[in-house]
């Protein structure tokens, strides 16, 4: 019996489904269940949280996932990427409040970052000589600027619609992701 894990909700969930299906693996994917069978295949899915998959992968208890590229960067977790799916296609950006003025990075100086992505974030500031207040919100990070949360935001920007509808503008890309 192989495991494999999926994103129990969101974006990637119904491509991982779909591309079982393709392969002509019936799933049985009630919700609210967390374990499903395959039928005619010797397959067992692990309904999981985006972030949890990397490091379920990585101790074991699941043989494979299906997750996106950012969350086994954030997790640094111990597995191996073996295929690129070619969905799930997103960025790392950061992003202001579309009214003021941005001519570059030095415009994080001291300010504050809201994000579910810290480490990655961490990372690429340390790498730039940047200096920021990085503030860990776990959802709906978009919201922070307009609640006075912090004075930016970094995110995954897939078709921008988020960041339009929250007053931001998306003034630089950290990282390309896509499901794996
Ligand atoms: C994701 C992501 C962005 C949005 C980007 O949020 O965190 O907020 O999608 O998509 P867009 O550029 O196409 O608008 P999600 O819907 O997963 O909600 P959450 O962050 O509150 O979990
Ligand atoms: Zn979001």
Redesign the pocket.
């Known amino acids: 019996m192989i495991r494999l894990a999926v994103q129990s909700k969101?974006?990637l969930n119904e491509e991982s489904l779909k591309l079982l299906k393709d392969a002509g693996i019936e799933v049985d994917d009630t919700k609210r269940k967390f374990i499903g069978k395959a039928s005619g295949f010797p397959l067992e899915l692990l309904y999981l949280r985006d972030d949890d998959i990397p490091g379920v992968v990585a101790d074991g208890s699941a043989d494979i996932g299906i997750v996106g590229l950012n969350e086994i960067a954030e997790t640094g977790a111990d597995v191996e990427v073996i295929r690129k799916l070619g969905f799930g296609k997103?960025r790392l950006s950061l992003a202001i409040p579309k009214s003021m003025e941005y001519h570059g990075l030095e415009w994080f100086e001291g300010k504050s970052i809201a994000t579910?992505y810290p480490s990655i974030l961490h990372c690429f500031l340390y790498s730039k000589g940047i200096s920021s207040d990085i503030r860990e919100i776990r959802?709906?990070?978009?919201i922070a600027p307009a609640a006075g949360i912090a004075d930016s935001i970094f995110?995954?920007?897939?078709?921008?619609?988020?960041?339009v509808s929250n007053g931001l503008k998306e003034v630089e890309t950290v990282f390309e992701s896509s499901g794996v």
């Open positions: 969101g974006r997103c579910s959802g709906s990070v978009e995110d995954i920007v897939s078709s921008g619609g988020t960041l």
